[in-house]
């Protein structure tokens, strides 16, 4: 056992606390990661707030990155002292999707337990009740363990920070342009909301070569940020979704090619199926919460042939994607490191939550000294 401190959840609406937990040594398939950083996701602050209902307590954090600390007995794939994203992910590799080679659209992956594939918690309290890892992962802590699987190895030279946003938004964005959506060259783009994921969507726009790049936001400021990124546009969100969508279609010749909805609100879920030119296609990438349901015209998008696609991890298959999306920063091809806005303490995660809920800010990320 090794002594550590985490973020942990343990009542919707109450506020995370930062607690001295014991960490269970690595058993086989298993490794030890000290972690080196851990962003600060909105998936996070839907757990926080309560929008998916999650048991508690549970260490918080998925998109995190550190280094191999210890192998468990056997442990042959990867050796100590190697850096590593951590994948919030492992798919069962037994299921339809799995079979069908879509290992990012898993049901049955244990990482939704939020334990090991046996069940097995690796986190205690002092007075020995069990903590879950957030995703079998549980980044907001000093060192976690989790599967073999899960520690995805990047090349050398890639900053903490970096490596930690690869885990989550990185993936999440540039693989839903890159891969769910395989945006062709000269395509037009409008990406809605600026977040680490949709702001990740527009690097990924960028990369494809689209021609134009309307970035969407209701913070005036992030639309600068955007254009630093690359985006052709910026457009401000107000209340009324028809001016949106006017002037969307304005800068794109009737509607983008393709529209990515990285907030998941059902109202932004709606404009971005309403603003598509016939032939579009919206990608929902914004995670609502459960129960919510959005509604569209069917026959002018039955009509019109438009698509919607959903898109879990940004189709990731994270031993290959992971160190291709490393080596394209190491190339100077994504600009991640001008994602972290801040870097923060763990003790600092509150304050970061009251950021991210106000839509201030890019991403906030822990680091661990
Ligand atoms: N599909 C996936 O696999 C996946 C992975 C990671 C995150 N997510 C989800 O993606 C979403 C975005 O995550 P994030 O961390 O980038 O969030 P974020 O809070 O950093 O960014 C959201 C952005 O949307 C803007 N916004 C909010 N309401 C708006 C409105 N009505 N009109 C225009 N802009 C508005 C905010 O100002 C902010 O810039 C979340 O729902 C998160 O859970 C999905
Ligand atoms: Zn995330
Ligand atoms: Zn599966």
Same mark, same amino acid.
């Given at each position: 056992?090794?002594?550590?401190?985490?973020?942990?959840?343990?009542?919707?609406?109450?506020?995370?606390?930062?607690?001295?937990?014991?960490?269970?040594?690595?058993?086989?398939?298993?490794?030890?990661?000290?972690?080196?950083?851990?962003?600060?996701?909105?998936?996070?602050?839907?757990?926080?707030?309560?929008?998916?209902?999650?048991?508690?307590?549970?260490?918080?954090?998925?998109?995190? +990155?550190?280094?191999?600390?210890?192998?468990?007995?056997?442990?042959? +794939?990867?050796?100590?002292?190697?850096?590593?994203?951590?994948?919030?992910?492992?798919?069962?590799?037994?299921?339809?999707?799995?079979?069908?080679?879509?290992?990012?659209?898993?049901?049955?992956?244990?990482?939704?337990?939020?334990?090991?594939?046996?069940?097995?918690?690796?986190?205690?309290? +002092?007075?020995?009740?069990?903590?879950?890892?957030?995703?079998?992962?549980?980044?907001?802590?000093?060192?976690?363990?989790?599967?073999?699987?899960?520690?995805?190895?990047?090349?050398?030279?890639?900053?903490?920070?970096?490596? +930690?946003?690869?885990?989550?938004?990185?993936?999440?964005?540039?693989?839903?342009?890159?891969?769910?959506?395989?945006?062709?060259?000269?395509?037009?783009?409008?990406?809605?909301?600026?977040?680490?994921?949709?702001?990740?969507?527009?690097?990924?726009?960028?990369?494809?070569?689209?021609?134009?790049?309307?970035?969407?936001?209701?913070?005036?400021?992030?639309? #600068?940020?955007?254009?630093?990124?690359?985006?052709?546009?910026?457009?401000?969100?107000? #209340?009324?979704?028809?001016?949106?969508?006017?002037?969307?279609?304005?800068?794109?010749?009737?509607?983008?090619?393709?529209?990515?909805?990285?907030?998941?609100?059902?109202?932004?879920?709606?404009?971005?199926?309403?603003?598509?030119?016939?032939?579009?296609?919206?990608?929902?990438?914004?995670?609502?919460?459960?129960?919510?349901?959005?509604?569209?015209?069917?026959?002018?998008?039955? #009509?019109?042939?438009?698509?919607?696609?959903?898109?879990?991890?940004?189709?990731?298959?994270?031993?290959?994607?992971?160190?291709?999306?490393?080596?394209?920063?190491?190339?100077?091809?994504?600009?991640? #490191?001008?994602?972290?806005?801040?870097?923060?303490?763990?003790?600092?995660?509150?304050?970061?939550?009251?950021?991210?809920?106000?839509?201030?800010?890019?991403?906030?990320?822990?680091?661990?000294?």
């Amino acid at each position: 056992m090794s002594a550590i401190r985490a973020a942990v959840f343990r009542d919707p609406g109450r506020p995370v606390e930062i607690e001295p937990l014991a960490l269970a040594e690595p058993r086989a398939g298993e490794v030890r990661v000290r972690m080196t950083a851990s962003g600060v996701c909105h998936s996070d602050l839907h757990v926080r707030d309560g929008d998916w209902p999650r048991p508690g307590p549970v260490a918080m954090g998925h998109e995190g +990155a550190g280094v191999v600390e210890a192998l468990g007995p056997g442990v042959t +794939a990867l050796r100590v002292g190697q850096p590593v994203a951590l994948s919030w992910l492992v798919p069962c590799g037994e299921c339809r999707a799995c079979r069908a080679g879509m290992p990012w659209a898993c049901p049955s992956s244990p990482s939704f337990g939020h334990r090991m594939a046996d069940g097995a918690t690796v986190l205690e309290t +002092a007075g020995g009740e069990p903590v879950l890892s957030y995703c079998g992962i549980g980044t907001m802590a000093e060192a976690t363990v989790v599967p073999v699987a899960a520690a995805v190895p990047l090349p050398d030279g890639v900053d903490p920070g970096v490596a +930690a946003l690869i885990g989550c938004c990185v993936s999440t964005g540039v693989g839903a342009v890159i891969k769910t959506a395989a945006v062709p060259a000269g395509a037009s783009v409008a990406v809605i909301g600026l977040g680490g994921v949709g702001l990740s969507c527009v690097m990924g726009a960028v990369l494809a070569n689209a021609a134009r790049i309307v970035a969407i936001d209701r913070v005036p400021a992030k639309l #600068d940020v955007a254009r630093e990124f690359g985006a052709t546009d910026g457009l401000l969100a107000g #209340d009324d979704r028809v001016e949106t969508i006017a002037a969307l279609r304005d800068l794109t010749d009737g509607g983008p090619d393709f529209v990515f909805e990285a907030i998941g609100r059902v109202p932004t879920v709606e404009l971005a199926i309403e603003a598509l030119p016939i032939g579009g296609t919206a990608v929902l990438v914004g995670m609502t919460p459960f129960e919510s349901r959005a509604s569209f015209a069917v026959f002018p998008f039955v #009509d019109g042939s438009r698509r919607i696609l959903g898109s879990n991890y940004g189709f990731a298959d994270p031993a290959i994607d992971f160190p291709r999306y490393a080596q394209l920063v190491l190339d100077g091809r994504l600009p991640v #490191d001008r994602l972290i806005d801040r870097r923060i303490g763990l003790d600092d995660l509150e304050p970061a939550f009251d950021r991210l809920r106000s839509g201030e800010g890019l991403r906030q990320v822990i680091v661990f000294d």
